[in-house]
């Protein structure tokens, strides 16, 4: 059955991840949506302009969802950055009363990159830093735009989630990441999705 989504006409479960990084996060999310394709679960990115600030960045993915109308989940992806930490709970507490899933990244975006290589708990203190991280991994991270291989990085996902999984039970708050929640999410929808044949 179709659905209306603002001017657009979607089928199946929508499911709204709302972001703030023009580059890596967009990339990676659109591939994603991508992979899901139009079939019974339908992801559906929105761009977040929040310089990094958890609670702007989850109030306009609320208005934006709202505007929107029929959607079955909201995410919010958004980089910590130099966010104090009233602003980190004012935008935890918001989230929870709107029923919106928020994945947090202290610093940055980028450790969850890395989490599909490898385990670190060595902290992220600036923009430089960050990028250098990735780019043990993408030489050319920095210079391409903040891009990373989409196709290198979807079959880390398992490890990648294993990895936030240990990052979290580490109970740091800087390097931390909550992005693996909306891995597994997401692969849950793309296995419903796309069921194995049967044998």
């Known amino acids: ?6 001017n657009r006409k979607v089928g199946g479960h929508v499911v709204a991840v ?3 990084g023009k580059n890596t996060e967009s990339d990676y999310l659109s591939h994603w949506q991508i992979l899901l394709g139009r079939g019974r679960f339908v992801l559906v990115p929105y761009f977040v302009s929040s310089g990094g600030n ?14 929107d109308g029929d959607i079955d989940e909201l995410w919010c992806v958004c980089d910590i950055d130099e966010t104090g930490d009233a602003t980190v709970a ?6 929870q009363a709107n029923g919106i899933r928020l994945c ?20 992220i203190v600036n923009e430089a830093e960050a990028v250098s991280l990735v780019e043990r991994f993408f030489p050319n991270y920095g210079k391409n735009g903040k891009i990373a291989d989409f196709a290198e990085l979807l079959p880390r996902t398992d490890t990648a ?13 800087n390097p931390a990441t909550d992005v ?15 069921p194995l044949a049967r044998r």
């Open 1 to 6: 059955m179709m659905r209306r989504l603002g």
């Open 18 to 20: 709302a972001y703030d």
């Open 54 to 67: 958890p609670l702007a960045a989850v109030k306009t993915a609320h208005r934006l969802a709202k505007k």
């Open 90 to 95: 004012a935008a935890t507490a918001y989230a």
């Open 104 to 123: 947090l990244s202290n610093r940055s975006f980028e450790i969850w990159i890395s989490l599909h290589f490898e385990r670190s708990d060595a902290p």
């Open 161 to 173: 989630i294993a990895n936030g999984h240990w990052l979290r039970e580490q109970g740091l708050k």
């Open 180 to 194: 693996h929640e909306l891995a597994e999410r997401l692969q849950q929808l793309l296995r419903r999705q796309r």
